[in-house]
């Protein structure tokens, strides 16, 4: 079973900053490993991904303020998050992609997530 934890998450002046971490427990060769957040009453959205070759999208509310990367040796993903907003408030989720004994799994189950709060 894998396992996801995030953690980093906090309550913070709008315009400051805050690195996310997410590590993945088990034997997987992870392929993507992606940042997802849900504001309060809202749905869940895509934030941030990165691929196994490095490569990265994101959302366009964050892009120039957010960056995501990667630790492969850890299984680790991180969400280095500037310019904080009130609107970047929500409980911040990762998940993977990986293969797993030969076979692929397009998602994990779901971690506990990490709050952050951005006070204005």
């Known amino acids: 079973q894998v396992q996801l934890v995030e953690s980093g998450g906090g309550l913070v002046h709008a315009g400051g900053s805050l690195r996310l971490s997410c590590v993945a427990s088990g034997s997987i060769s992870i392929k993507k490993m992606t940042w997802y957040r849900r504001p309060p009453g809202k749905q869940r959205e895509l934030v941030a991904a990165i691929t196994s070759d490095d490569s990265t999208t994101y959302a366009d509310s964050v892009k120039g303020r957010f960056t995501i990367s990667r630790d492969n040796d850890r299984n680790a993903v991180y969400l280095q998050m500037n310019k904080l907003k009130p609107e970047d408030t929500a409980v911040y989720y990762c998940?993977?992609?990986?293969?797993?004994?030969?076979?692929?799994?397009?998602?994990?189950?779901w971690g506990q997530g990490t709050p952050v709060t951005v006070s204005s």
């Open positions: 998940n993977v992609a990986f293969i797993r004994g030969g076979a692929y799994y397009g998602s994990a189950p």
